[in-house]
């Protein structure tokens, strides 16, 4: 077997101090695909150091000069789209097209954040002085932790990482265990780019290295991009530490609304999509359909049509629409909500959590397989399954009656506030729901996933209290000074405060 890959520290691919290595798998076949050597919070230690001394010299750069690196790994992720794009499917699970899509995210990421360091950059701002000039400008804050999810192991790196170095921070990458090889592509990128040693540095590992990152106080920002409970855990540990800054994107019941109004064949496509691509891992993915009695019957009939159809198999082949579930310990959590569903006494509608062996390609026996569950339940009932986030293609439709005030409380009665949609022809209603849906992320007739890099990405509520993605991330990799400038030999002060020095002979 080969040698174990290795972390990427000080420019050096390094085994680190454990001797613990962790094996990544194909999800669809269960077959192993490499082994990886697992970071210790020692090797977290190391790599910290390093980015700290790094970043001296990289914060010195101008924006251009740093971006440049970044171009290099643009041209790479262009031009080996579809190699990378296979590599995310094996490694993850999601449909081919998914699998590109990634690839594709993460090139227009760091297309973004690299043209961005041509752009001006803070703001000028008016002073009641004529003599002074008065500006916003912005200074990088040091060492970055970036935390990430497997969902989209080359996309979400990228837009923790790509803003945070053109901004002239130093990195320190702890990908998701589930997919080591993903983040082995990205590492071997940020070498091929030559980038100076220090300035990117990835660890392998699991939570222990995460917790690591979090724990040491030179790291002033931490990115993370992963579950609720570990998300809040970050948040409630550094949020009151000063100097240390936390930027969170979690999950969420994300809810498409249905109203009386809708073009149901946009509403069934839309719902679709949102439930189950990428077998509802992602955390814009609905889990909660809210349709009104008006059109409630003929929704309910095709949707259930499709659910019980939609092609579940071999993420590499085209005609796939669903892949596996990422792992045996997720497939079962999934399994479980189907099961506590039923004991909540639910009605359900489809329920493919076994699927018949037939459905399951050759070869792929030992791939983490589940298939739609959709059912309905009352909107006001108590119920776990439609209160807490399943990650997975488990669907509840809530029908509800009355106007679109009620469609909306019934949207916003979640302590989640991720993504949502509306189908409606009604642009009142639309209106209505833009403005008072708690959603960080909302679409009017479109499945409530697929946001583009440059609209900022995150969510209210439980899902997220910063924006660690696209534009926004700039507010959390760097601070902010207000400088003033005065040009006059005389100082004069603004609000009419006097700026006469008075003394006791005067
Ligand atoms: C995630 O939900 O885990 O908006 C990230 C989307 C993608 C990113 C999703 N651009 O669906």
Known sequence: MAEPYQHYIDGEWVSGDGSETFESENPATGETLAEFERGSPSDIDQAITVAEAAYEEWRELSRIERAEYLWDVY??????????????????????SEGKADVVEAAHMVEWAAGDARHPSGDI???????????????????????TPWNFPIAIPYWHMAVALVEGNTVVFKPAEQTPWCAQIIAEMFDDAGIPPGVFNMVQGFGDAGNAIVEDDRVPTVLFTGSAEVGHKIAGKLGDVSGRRVACEMGGKNAVVITEEADLDIAVHSAVMSSFKTTGQRCVSAERLIVHTDIYDEFKDRFVEIASNVAVGDPLDEETFMGPLIEAEHAEKVARYNELAREEGVNILVDRTELDAAEIPDGHE?????????????????????????????????????????????????????????????????????????????????????????????????SGNGYPSAREIIEAVTDRTAWTLNNSKDIKMAQGLSADIITEND
Request: aromatic share 8%; charged share 30%; proline share 6%.
């Open 125 to 147: 701002i008016p002073s009641e002085i004529a003599a002074k000039d008065a500006y916003m400008r912005r200074k990088p804050r040091g060492v970055t932790g970036c935390i």
């Open 75 to 96: 041209q790479e992720l262009r031009d080996r789209t579809d190699e990378l794009g296979e590599i995310v499917t094996k490694e993850c699970g999601k449909e081919i």
């Open 366 to 462: 030992n791939g983490h397989w589940i298939g739609p569950f959709v059912y309905e339940a009352d909107p006001d009932a108590d119920l776990r399954c439609i209160s807490e986030e399943v990650f997975g293609p488990h669907v509840a439709l809530l029908e509800y009656d009355g106007d679109i005030e009620r469609a909306v409380e019934i949207q916003n009665d979640t302590p989640y506030g991720l993504a949502g949609a509306i189908v409606s022809e009604d642009y009142r209603q639309i209106n209505y729901y833009r403005d008072h849906a708690e959603l960080g992320l909302a679409y009017g007739n479109l499945p409530c996933i697929g946001a583009e890099v440059q609209l900022p990405f995150g969510g209210v509520k439980k």
